[in-house]
């Protein structure tokens, strides 16, 4: 069973800083494309940044909002992601999920995982 597990969420003051981590385990062949999603209250899911495989060549890419503030971050022989937020800010606020695009089975396309989420809450 594959499972993702998120830490790092909490209550920050706006400009500061916080860690997410995620670490993917489980038996799987391997993981494509992991990423950071965020659903604030009353709003939809949304991408915040993702990062690919290292055979993909590692590839990072943000949502606008977060460009420039936050940073996305692999060690893939721990199958783990990380998503570094500085200069956070009260719109960050929100659940914060990770993603992972995983191939359990060699012979198949990957499958999404979530994990159940971890908050952030931004304020003073």
């Known amino acids: 069973q594959v499972q993702l597990v998120e830490s790092g969420g909490g209550l920050v003051q706006p400009g500061g800083s916080l860690r997410l981590s995620c670490a993917a385990s489980?038996?799987?062949?391997?993981?494509?494309?992991m990423g950071w999603y965020r659903q604030a209250p009353g709003k939809e899911r949304e991408l915040v940044a993702s990062?690919?495989?290292?055979?993909?060549?590692?590839?990072?890419m943000y949502a606008d909002g977060v460009k420039g503030r936050f940073t996305i971050s692999r060690d893939y022989a721990k199958n783990t992601v990380y998503l570094q937020m500085n200069s956070l800010k009260r719109e960050d606020t929100a659940v914060y999920y990770c993603?992972?695009?995983?191939?359990?089975?060699?012979?198949?396309?990957?499958?999404?995982?979530w994990g159940k989420g971890t908050l952030v809450t931004v304020s003073s």
């Open positions: 489980g038996s799987f062949f391997s993981i494509n494309t």
């Open positions: 990062i690919t495989s290292i055979a993909s060549g590692g590839i990072t």
């Open positions: 993603n992972a695009d995983i191939k359990v089975n060699p012979l198949y396309y990957g499958v999404d995982y």
